[in-house]
């Protein structure tokens, strides 16, 4: 996936146009792990965790940030959203990890 080609937006407001996907936006399963706490989130109310990267918090900046979280609390492909904080949610759905970043990703494109 080229990002800088399907993300024209959110690329023009970055200075490195060779960022990855690591680099832009986290996508984790969330599974019952019994030696960590890394997560707040219970694995069977919420079955991934997203984090949005610096990069996409900078070009974005507060308010729309704000707008981000709002957006896809609102959508319909969450079963649960829950935002730990403003760069952190906890989210319940049935898509896939992919598509969880496309509509991430697409979301913010549309805002910026």
Do not use: C
Not at 11 to 39: A, M, T
Not at 82 to 97: P, Q, R
Request: charge should be negative; hydrophobic fraction near 40%; charged fraction near 35%.
């Amino acid at each position: 996936m080229n990002l800088a080609v399907n993300y024209p937006k959110l690329f023009d407001k970055f200075e490195d146009k060779e960022l990855e996907l690591r680099h832009l936006l986290g996508v984790d399963e969330n599974y019952e792990d019994f030696d960590s706490e890394e997560y707040e989130f219970d694995h069977e109310d919420y079955n991934y965790v997203i984090y949005i990267a610096e990069p996409i918090q900078d070009a974005l900046g507060k308010e729309k940030m704000a707008k981000l979280m709002l957006k896809l609390h609102d959508n319909d492909v969450f079963e649960n959203f829950v935002a730990s904080e403003e760069d952190l949610y906890g989210v319940k759905t049935t898509i896939s990890e992919e598509e969880i970043v496309d509509l991430v990703l697409s979301q913010v494109e549309e805002i910026v």
